[in-house]
């Protein structure tokens, strides 16, 4: 004897079942909660940028730094052998006039003394072994630091 059935039977991949399971699908978007403050820079437009602003190392008059070191001029500029340096210092204080490379490395001293405060005109002889291109005289006075481009020729 045989029995008819009408039932219909679909087959379903036992894998496809187990993968649905895995992924969930995220209906809201997770949220980082944090007590992060935002950001205020420190800068003002108009006024002299500070870096460390709990902390001011020099004298201030009529919110203006005390300058000690001024180079007025640097000629003639570019050089061939000899090059002029009119400097205006503030207050007697020691003095180093360097050469340096475009990477930032001493190639030459040209002065290191302690002068007398006022303007002076000081002239330096460049030596041969400097290659003609680009320089920068880096003047160091007290805590100050003044950089100056230079071409040799």
Do not use: H, W
């Not at 003394?113 to 072994?129: D, M, V, W, Y």
């Not at 920068?136 to 230079?150: D, H, Q």
């Amino acid at each position: 004897m045989s029995v008819l059935c009408s039932v219909s039977v679909f087959a379903q991949r036992s894998d496809s079942i187990a993968n649905n399971a895995k992924y969930k699908r995220i209906v809201k978007t997770p949220q980082i909660k944090g007590d992060v403050p935002s950001y205020k820079p420190s800068y003002m437009p108009g006024s002299s940028f500070n870096p460390n602003n709990s902390v001011v190392s020099s004298n201030k008059q009529n919110g203006k730094q005390d300058k000690i070191l001024s180079v007025m001029r640097v000629y003639p500029n570019p050089v061939d052998d000899q090059i002029n340096l009119t400097i205006r210092l503030e207050r007697e204080s020691n003095l180093t006039i360097k050469i340096m490379d475009l990477l930032g490395n001493e190639v030459v001293t040209l002065s290191n003394e302690r002068l007398s405060a006022g303007e002076q005109t000081k002239t330096f002889t460049i030596p041969n072994r400097l290659n003609s291109g680009i320089y920068f005289l880096r003047f160091v006075a007290g805590s100050e630091t003044v950089v100056k481009r230079i071409s040799v020729l």
